[in-house]
């Protein structure tokens, strides 16, 4: 567990800074204004920081820096997060805060603010392939990163605010329009904090550039990975590659109508789910952005996810059964993270289909359309 300290925590901070800087503004004549002779940078409190006849004029604060302070202050909480093993499953307990910066919440295309979570994954412990992919839903997380951060690469934004239209936009291209930050993470109207793409932040905290490093579990009990991995995947004295996904761009334009409903025409490029097609062996992945193969943490070889520069960025399939304990909330019927231990009837969507107990999938199954 790690923990870090603030001066002053959470909304109650933000809201004490945001109104003292408010207050200072009111009070601060139109035509004041700060300027001083170019100078070494000197650290405050110092004697060098205001050398004599240096400073044309001065005052005691900025009220324009106290707005700055008072912006981070909103996302100063503290992260906690443990992985113990219990029975059968691998428990991740956090509250959903990274262990790294994030970037300013509430945004031009964010306007949610970070906040403290109450999660508690539940991923198996020894994890099953399965022979038939089962694709991620929007009501479950895809899995969590070591920091406790969940990765959740879906969205809520469809062609025209039509879910039926069968049209839904890819965040990692809308990007900032969606707020992503420099970690490509944004934040849900309840204040949860998650990955669309690679954790960058988190990935640099891990030393994990150039080099395959572990940095979370999927919903499932496989491990996750970061973009790096070994050229032979069971060979550890191979070069290292950044890996590739075997998704790409559809050629042509999309149909004029999906399900009898008029779509958004034009070429494909990317911007909807529904651009991209899986070839296999197009890149080093399948179809669930896995593989089967060894890495430091597993000598032995397991299957394992990653995430990719590329589509799918974050995985969309599921090659094992993801655990109930990784949905998001009960409109499905479903738990939510934190719900009573020991409680795990299976995904709760798709055909699990056969399991290959420690095997390896015999043969690629093409994911159903999107």
């Known amino acids: ?13 933000a809201q004490v800074l945001f109104l003292l800087a408010v207050s200072v503004l009111i009070a601060t004549p139109c035509c004041a204004h700060y300027e001083s002779e170019a100078a070494e940078p000197q650290p405050v409190g110092s004697p060098a920081a205001q050398p004599p006849n240096t400073r044309k004029k001065t005052a005691l604060w900025n009220p324009w ?8 202050a909103a996302n100063a909480f503290n992260e906690q997060v443990s992985i113990i093993i219990s029975g059968d499953y691998r428990v991740i307990r956090s509250n959903g805060i990274p262990d790294h910066p994030t970037g300013h919440f509430p945004n ?30 929007n009501y479950m997380f895809f899995g969590v990163a070591l920091n406790g951060v969940p990765f959740d690469p879906g969205t809520a934004e469809f062609w025209k605010n039509d879910p039926s239209s069968g049209w839904t936009y890819e965040a990692m291209v809308l990007g900032s329009r969606l707020g992503l930050d420099q970690n490509n993470a944004h934040v849900q109207p309840n204040g949860a904090y998650h990955y669309h793409g690679t954790p960058t932040g988190l990935l640099e905290r891990l030393a994990a ?6 940095i979370g579990f999927a919903a499932d009990g496989f491990p996750v990975y970061g973009p790096f991995g070994y050229k032979n995947p069971e060979d550890p004295k191979s070069l290292i590659s950044k890996l590739r996904s075997s998704y790409r761009v559809k050629s042509g334009s999309r149909p004029d109508k999906v399900r009898g409903s008029e779509g958004p025409g034009g070429s494909y490029d990317g911007t ?24 430091p943490e597993y000598p032995k070889g397991t299957y394992y996810y990653v995430v990719t520069d590329g589509f799918p960025f974050v995985p969309r399939w599921f090659r094992g059964v993801p655990d109930q304990s990784f949905s998001k909330g009960p409109p499905t019927g479903f738990g939510r993270p934190g719900g009573p231990p020991g409680r795990h009837p299976g995904p709760g969507f798709g055909p699990p289909g056969e399991h290959l107990e420690g095997g390896r999938p015999s043969h690629h199954q093409p994911p159903p359309p999107w």
């Open 272 to 295: 909807f789910v529904q651009d991209y097609e899986y070839v296999a062996g197009l890149g080093d992945l399948d179809e669930c952005n896995g593989r089967y193969g060894v890495t």
């Open 65 to 72: 820096q106290l707005l700055d302070l008072a912006i981070p």
């Open 1 to 13: 567990m790690t923990t870090r300290v603030f001066p002053l925590t959470g909304a109650l901070g």
């Open 108 to 137: 031009a295309g964010n306007p949610n603010v970070i906040s403290e979570q109450h999660y508690e994954f539940q991923a198996p412990k020894e994890p099953k392939q399965c022979k038939i992919p089962s694709r991620l839903r």
């Open 209 to 214: 550039f150039e080099r395959p490093v572990q």
